[in-house]
Nanobody
């Protein structure tokens, strides 16, 4: 069993930055891959970024490469998403997700546990 809780969302102007956090509990955090997804109104949930169990490898959606950075701290049971140069099209609910079988999958179906989400709104 894994419980994930996101925080750090908010309202920011275009070009600004936000840092999202995901606090994990339950199963040993370093034993599974984690990722960030997002879902805008009327759209399907989409992959943002993923990080390997050790944190040594990452995978990003093309739309966020060079602007977003995913990281994890296994000692603190936490994952982060640093978002810079935000654009209005980044507006969405952001979710953290856990993959007990591996890491890096860009499809939501691969993930076993989800947080409740945190809203990010970028104004133009």
């Amino acid at each position: 069993q894994v419980r994930l809780v996101e925080s750090g969302g908010g309202l920011v102007q275009a070009g600004g930055s936000l840092r999202l956090s995901c606090a994990a509990s339950g199963r040993t955090f370093s034993s599974y891959g984690v990722a960030w997804f997002r879902q805008a109104p009327g759209k399907e949930r989409e992959f943002v970024a993923a990080i390997s169990l050790s944190g040594g490898s990452t995978n990003y959606a093309d739309s966020v490469k060079g602007r977003f950075t995913i990281s994890r701290d296994n000692a603190k049971n936490a994952m982060y998403l640093q978002m810079n140069n935000l654009k209005p099209e980044d507006t969405a609910v952001y979710y953290c997700a856990a993959d007990l079988a591996g890491w890096g999958a860009p499809t939501a179906d691969e993930y076993d546990y989800w947080g409740q989400g945190t809203q990010v709104t970028v104004s133009s």
